[in-house]
């Protein structure tokens, strides 16, 4: 079988003989076909090797071109039909695609030795070329994705020297590029080489200033200085970047400049679709990210079909991830309250029900602005609707300065990179923004035909669809209706599959739902009725998406199938990835179901009206596991409550145990314990009568976690000894090592050290083995603190050390803040306040950051406290003070009361006995005081003066009277 090699200078190989390939139009065609892979219309190849041609004069020296080809020994295989060519042959970029699909990252990595034709001169075919740069670039990102994968398995293993090596050849391509260089520092570091990474951040730092102007990113600076202290940094999460315009913004500026004049923290674009409201908020957003301290995030809320998800597809933007059983809003609320920040909300309009939602948010976070793109206006206060309509008519004496005309123009050289409008083509052209009155997204439509008709002739077309749908229609619509004209059958068929993605989708994901080759995938987003980001995921404008759908529906056979072939597909993503959970691979899995969560949601829902059982029950475990990890619990408790209702209705015991189970798992995380323990105990006898070992493991260790939140700890291991013989006897490595996890906290919270450190040791060295890196840094966390019990200090602070470690990696920032609360504590306990005020410092800011306000608190009062050992004491009250403010907001009375101690103490200092003992004796008579919080207070008590201590039992406020009158005191 004929290969031919496209990864590096391009060569033929058939049955032994090797034929190198020289530089020729012949040769490019042949070449695109292979890589294609697929069959491409003449069209399409007459437009790319002679744009500057008619179609008819393109399509004949296309065929002179193909009657060349019979001088190339290779090109046998060549299929060519009256409309379509097709050249199927092996290549090593399929080779590639498929390792990366497969995931096969050493495979990837040894396949993309160079880039795509490398060293081969592209002659007289402009197009062609800037085909070719494109795929280079996205072949490089994904050899790169591949690269990163590599060297993170690489330094789980401790092989650093391999993975520097590796990230070295990525860098080396691209030295701009700041992730790569952080990955390349870390691994230079880890390997011991801690001069090698300064001097490569040197190197890179100079660089970028002679050749730029920049400076490196804060993170990069912060990874440098942390090198240079020999200690990992603690970067917060940071939010994604704005999306990325293919192009520059064309006028506007009146716009800009009225909406950067506002004071309006609520500043609402509305307009009709296609006029242009998120390219607006984009280029706006931009402009003002420099002057706000968090800098501006976008929220694309086309997928969001259900009100009540906005709050989590806004923490979903954020990076943030709910915990705990508070509400998803309140999190979400608190996470924003100390933002200075720029939340762009794009398309709203199907969400306006929610917009309270937005002036809570304005509440409660002051630093906090919003711009929202909507087609109606927000019936707030605090909005400021701005209308925006199309670009202004072309003025008849300057045509070549119109906005509008410039956009076209600007649009139109995508698809014939050297177009030059004439004189003619300016005046059809300004007619042409007339009639679709001055819509960006009409234009682009209509300018991706130039390279098949004169301007002309795509205003004519266009007006003759506008008359023909009546005299209702706008521009837009006879603009999309003559785009879809001009489709092909292919295109408008795959256009109608890809009309029902929610959210996006990525180019295999269209490839298994539709059949869809690369080619047919770009040929639409040359039409511009597709767009690639830079990410690789492809998102069609709602706008058109309506359209499409409106066309879909009107073929309900058609309908169906695609819609099972969309379900089936998402269906298979969850199966597999109920496969890798029992791999161990919990964190890959999380990523990639939440990438796709929106259509996961769309295709649960067909799944479950349809019945289709075995579907949902392979891919309840990944998607519950999804959504627990993501914190989205009251999502999980309603999605698998309308599962278990529906399947005890038709009859399938079995699946409504299981989902009674998921049920039961996130009342756990919701807090509420009784009520999940009573699902976990129902659900039990179907599972155990089916024996169904993924039923079992899950029902025997969520009672464990259940009766473990209740205290009674020998009920919990016995439930944890169940699901860990079991693990033992079906070889799951991965759910064992998390069971031992739990059995090591049992013993832990009873005092039996030694024991849970055996367990956390076992269990860390299953974890490792199966490469579960969020497992194996809860163990390391948990180790740490009973190596610390046990008395073995320098072993104990090294483990949590290398959890902390761990968990940034992971980016798992809620472990990570705690395991620098617990690093802390024991810098107090040692007697080491300044490390421990330092490392209380780095814990409160990150969870301020994550809007963990409970963790906050606690913070805030151990900085106190350090400031009373190190003899500050209007800093301890400062503390003090402030921690009480927030710990009375969220109601947690423990810390209330660990205040209260604190500030008894402060009085003893002062000798103001009297003052210092009512609030003692609260403490130790309260039940939400911790014990070891009382042990203080007693201690406290012990050490007044007999004086004092003879007073006897004084009457004693409660603890909210106390809380208030501190409060209502003016700070000193």
Not at 248 to 261: N, T, V
Not at 436 to 447: H, I, K, Q, R
Not at 935 to 957: C, D, K, N, W, Y
Request: hydrophobic fraction near 40%; include cysteine.
């Amino acid at each position: 079988m004929l290969q031919l090699r496209l990864l590096g200078p391009p060569y033929a190989q058939l049955e032994g003989q090797r034929w190198e390939l020289a530089s020729s139009k012949p040769v490019y065609l042949l070449l695109y076909l292979a890589y294609q892979g697929d069959w491409v219309s003449r069209a399409h190849l007459a437009a790319l090797f002679y744009p500057d041609q008619d179609e008819p004069t393109a399509r004949h020296r296309l065929r002179l071109l193909l009657s060349r080809l019979r001088e190339l020994p290779w090109a046998g295989g060549l299929e060519a039909e009256p409309q379509r060519l097709r050249f199927r042959v092996a290549t090593d970029v399929q080779a590639f695609s498929a390792a990366i699909q497969q995931q096969d990252w050493p495979k990837a990595i040894q396949l993309h030795q160079q880039p795509l034709l490398n060293q081969f001169p592209i002659r007289e075919a402009d197009t062609f070329e800037a085909w070719l740069e494109a795929e280079r670039e996205e072949l490089r990102s994904l050899w790169r994705e591949a690269v990163l994968e590599t060297t993170l398995a690489l330094g789980q293993n401790g092989r650093h020297k391999e993975a520097a090596g590796l990230l070295r050849q990525v860098w080396e391509q691209d030295i701009f590029d700041e992730q790569i260089l952080q990955a390349y520092m870390r691994s230079l570091h880890a390997q011991g080489s801690r001069d090698g990474a300064l001097a490569v951040f040197e190197l890179f730092k100079g660089q970028l200033q002679s050749e730029l102007g920049l400076a490196p990113l804060p993170e990069t600076e912060q990874l440098a200085e942390a090198i240079r202290q020999g200690r990992p940094p603690a970067p917060p999460p940071a939010p994604a970047r704005l999306p990325l315009p293919d192009s520059p913004l064309i006028g506007r500026q009146r716009e800009l400049a009225e909406l950067c004049s506002g004071a309006a923290r609520l500043r609402v674009l509305t307009g009709m679709g296609g006029v242009g409201k998120t390219r607006l908020a984009l280029e706006l957003a931009q402009q003002q990210t420099p002057q706000l301290a968090h800098g501006a995030l976008f929220v694309s809320l086309t997928g969001v079909e259900n009100p009540e998800q906005l709050p989590s597809a806004i923490a979903e933007a954020l990076g943030f991830t709910f915990f705990g059983p508070r509400e998803p809003k309140t999190q979400l609320l608190d996470y924003l309250k100390n933002k200075e920040l720029l939340l762009v909300l794009d398309n709203f309009d199907h969400l306006l029900q929610e917009a309270g939602l937005l002036a809570e948010m304005l509440e409660q976070a002051p630093k906090l602005h919003l711009l929202v793109t909507s087609r109606q206006h927000l019936d707030l206060p605090e909005a400021w609707n701005y209308p925006l309509t199309g670009l202004p008519r072309p003025d008849p004496n300057n045509l070549e300065s119109s906005e509008a005309i410039l956009l076209f123009v600007q649009a139109a050289r995508r698809s014939r990179p050297n177009f030059q409008p004439t004189p003619t083509d300016l005046q059809a052209i300004a007619e042409l923004c007339q009639t679709v009155e001055g819509l960006p997204l009409a234009l682009e439509l209509a300018s991706a035909w130039v390279r098949e008709l004169s301007c002309r002739e795509i205003l004519e077309e266009i007006r003759d669809h506008q008359a023909l749908l009546g005299p209702k229609a706008s521009g837009m619509e006879a603009v999309f209706e003559y785009s879809w004209h001009l489709l092909s059958p292919e295109q408008q068929h795959l256009m109608l599959g890809l009309s029902l993605f929610r959210g996006g989708f990525n180019r295999a994901a269209a490839q298994k739902t539709q059949g869809a080759s690369h080619y047919l995938l770009l040929s639409l987003v040359g039409c511009s009725l597709l767009q690639k980001e830079p990410t690789g995921r492809y998102q069609m404008h709602p706008l058109l998406q309506q359209y499409t759908w409106q066309k879909l529906a009107r073929q309900p056979q058609l309908q169906s199938q695609l819609q099972r072939q969309h379900a089936l597909h998402f269906a298979a993503l969850l199966e597999a990835g109920g496969e890798q959970l029992r791999q161990g691979r919990w964190d890959r899995v999380v990523d990639e179901v939440a990438v796709e969560a929106e259509n996961i949601r769309a295709a649960w829902a067909w799944l479950l009206e349809g019945h289709h059982w075995p579907q949902l029950e392979a891919g309840l475990g990944a998607w519950g596991h999804s959504l627990s990890a993501r914190g989205l619990y009251r999502e999980g408790e309603t999605t698998f409550a309308r599962l278990a209702e529906t399947a005890q209705r038709e009859g399938k015991p079995l699946l409504w145990a299981r989902a009674t189970q998921r049920r039961g798992w996130f009342g756990l995380q919701l807090g509420q314990t009784e009520r999940a323990k009573a699902l976990l105990e129902q659900s039990l006898p179907p599972v155990e009568q089916q024996h169904h070992t993924d039923g079992l493991l899950f029902g025997y260790n969520g009672l464990g976690v259940a009766w473990t939140r209740l205290g009674d700890y020998p009920q919990a291991e016995h439930w944890f000894q169940k699901a860990r013989a079991l693990a033992e006897q079906t070889q799951n490595t991965a759910s064992l090592a998390n069971i031992l996890n739990s059995l090591g906290n049992t013993r832990r919270w009873t005092g039996r050290f030694a024991e849970a450190a055996a367990y956390f040791q076992q269990g860390l060295r299953l974890a490792e083995a199966v490469g579960n890196r969020q497992t194996t840094a809860f163990l390391l966390a948990n180790l740490g603190g009973a190596l610390w019990e046990l008395g073995e200090h320098p072993a104990g602070w090294q483990t949590t050390q290398q959890a902390a470690q761990l968990a940034e990696e992971l980016q798992h920032w809620p472990l990570f803040s705690g395991c620098l609360s617990n690093l802390a504590e024991m810098s107090y306990v040692q007697k080491d306040y300044a490390r421990s005020s330092e490392l209380r410092q780095r814990s409160l800011a990150l969870r301020r950051e994550l809007g963990n306000r409970r963790g906050e608190a606690f913070d805030t009062v151990m900085l106190g406290y350090n400031a009373l050992r190190l003899g500050q004491p209007l800093e301890a009250r400062q503390h003090f003070l402030e921690g009480l403010q927030i710990a009375q907001e969220v109601a947690a009375k423990p810390i209330q009361l660990d205040v209260l101690i604190g500030l008894a103490e402060l009085e003893l200092q002062q000798g103001q006995f009297q003052q210092a003992l009512p609030m003692l004796q609260l403490a130790v008579r309260h039940p939400a005081t911790s014990a070891e919080a009382k042990g203080r207070a007693h201690q406290l008590l012990a050490s007044l003066p007999p004086e004092a201590q003879g007073v006897g039992s004084i009457s004693t406020p409660d603890l909210e009277h106390w809380v208030a009158q501190i409060l209502e005191q003016p700070s000193t």
